[in-house]
Every structure is written in structure tokens, then in C-alpha cells.
């Protein structure tokens, strides 16, 4: 069973439009991050949220932490074809990385 | 300054066999992390290593081994293989150990027939 649970799990667009991909557990986090991957490569970190509530913005992308550090979400204003990717979220518990499935995002021009 | 790198990057091997594979973390880092991808399971944490001491493992069987060398540079070995181990297999890197902003590999993508 996967402890981060991510959605969608597939998500496609039309350059310009905005959405949010979700990442979720029933655990407690002490921390959070957001990565990127496109093919061929390995996950580049996006962001890391530490406080419950904490809301972060990078560019286009907006990352916000639950009050109760379980879940988490990444919207992403005016997508672009730059944006296609896998989405995944990690959550650091008893000093293991766990990562969700990811959210595979196609942006097309 | 060089990127974390994983060779082989492409690997081939049939059920039964073992396979070695190597992580160079960058310059500086003494945390190497190695992870397994596969589409139904996403990421999956194999081992932690930190000083060429083990400092975490994952959920995984003993089939599955590593080590770190006095230079930072580790090696996972997967033993007597199986269809499943089929995967791409991710080494990241870190200043220190634990929740550190980790600089992944390409993989190496490892197919077992």
C-alpha cells in the first residue's frame, strides 16, 4: 500500500489552463517535498514545507502543507509545455523518505 | 560542479543472476540514498548510507545489499534476480543524511528476462 497517496494520476492539458495535483496520507509528516522528473532523468526537488498551513510560491507553482501535515497540493498557474513531467511528493517519517506514485502531468502546446 | 552519477545506465539480465550497480554522489556529499522505481509502486527506499555506515533500510528482502566506500561512492547489489526487481534504480545524494535537499542520478534501468 502506498503511504503518500497522489492524484490524479494522470492529468492533461492545453497550454494556459491551471490546475492542482493532491498528495495525501493518513500519517504525520515532519516534512514535505515536491519533485519533478522527466524522462530519462532523476527527480529534481522542487520545494520543501516544513509548517502545517505553510503556503509556497515558486514562479507558477504554488505549494501549500496541511495544518495537520498530512497532506499536501501543487497548483500550477498558466501551464506551460515546460511543466509535462512526474509530479511526486516525499514525506520524511522516522527518518525514512516515502514517496507517493506521482501525478504524470502532460501539457500540450 | 559534476552531477551525481549511475553507471551502467541500462542493464540486462535473466532470472538467476546477480548484478552490481555504482553511484558516484557529487563532490562534497556523504549521504547516498538508493531508491526503486517501478510505474505501479512509484519510488520505493532501499537503503541509506552515511560514512560508509548503513543507516537506514527499507522494506526490502535480503537479496537486495549495498555498501559506501571511504570516498563516498557506494554499490548496490541485487542477488539471484527476479522478474519483479525489473526497475529503474535511483541514487541520490546529500550533504548530510535524513530530510537534505537529495540530487538524484538518471538511474539505472534494470531489466531482468
Known amino acids: 500500500t502506498q503511504l503518500l497517496e497522489q492524484s490524479p494520476q494522470f492529468l492533461s492539458i492545453q497550454e494556459g489552463e491551471n490546475l492542482t495535483v493532491y498528495c495525501n496520507s493518513s500519517?504525520?509528516?515532519?516534512?514535505l517535498q515536491w519533485y519533478r522528473q522527466e524522462p530519462g532523468e532523476g527527480p529534481v526537488l522542487l520545494v520543501t514545507?516544513?509548517?502545517?498551513?505553510e503556503v509556497k510560491k515558486l514562479k507558477r507553482l504554488t505549494f501549500q502543507f496541511g495544518d495537520a501535515r498530512k497532506d499536501s497540493s501543487l497548483h500550477i498557474t498558466a501551464a506551460q509545455p515546460g511543466d509535462t513531467g512526474l509530479y511526486l511528493c516525499?514525506?520524511?517519517?522516522?527518518?525514512?523518505?516515502?514517496f507517493g506514485a506521482g501525478t504524470r502531468l502532460t501539457v500540450k502546446p | 560542479k559534476a552531477g551525481v552519477t549511475q553507471t551502467p545506465r541500462y542493464l540486462i539480465k535473466t532470472r538467476g543472476q546477480q548484478v552490481t550497480l555504482s553511484c558516484s554522489p557529487i563532490s562534497g556529499h556523504r549521504s547516498v540514498s538508493w531508491y526503486q522505481q517501478t510505474p505501479g509502486q512509484g519510488l520505493q527506499f532501499l537503503f541509506e548510507y552515511f560514512s560508509e555506515t548503513q543507516r537506514n533500510k527499507g522494506n526490502f528482502p535480503g537479496r537486495f545489499s549495498g555498501r559506501q566506500f571511504s570516498n563516498s561512492r557506494s554499490e548496490m547489489n541485487v542477488s539471484t534476480l527476479e522478474l519483479g526487481d525489473s526497475a529503474l534504480y535511483l541514487c541520490?545524494?546529500?550533504?548530510?543524511?535524513?530530510?537534505?535537499?537529495?540530487?538524484f542520478g538518471p538511474g539505472t534501468r534494470l531489466t531482468v528476462l
Open positions: 514545507v516544513v509548517t502545517g498551513g
Open positions: 516525499a514525506g520524511e517519517e522516522d527518518n525514512d523518505m516515502r
Open positions: 500519517s504525520v509528516f515532519s516534512s
Open positions: 541520490a545524494s546529500s550533504i548530510l543524511p535524513g530530510l537534505n535537499e537529495q540530487f
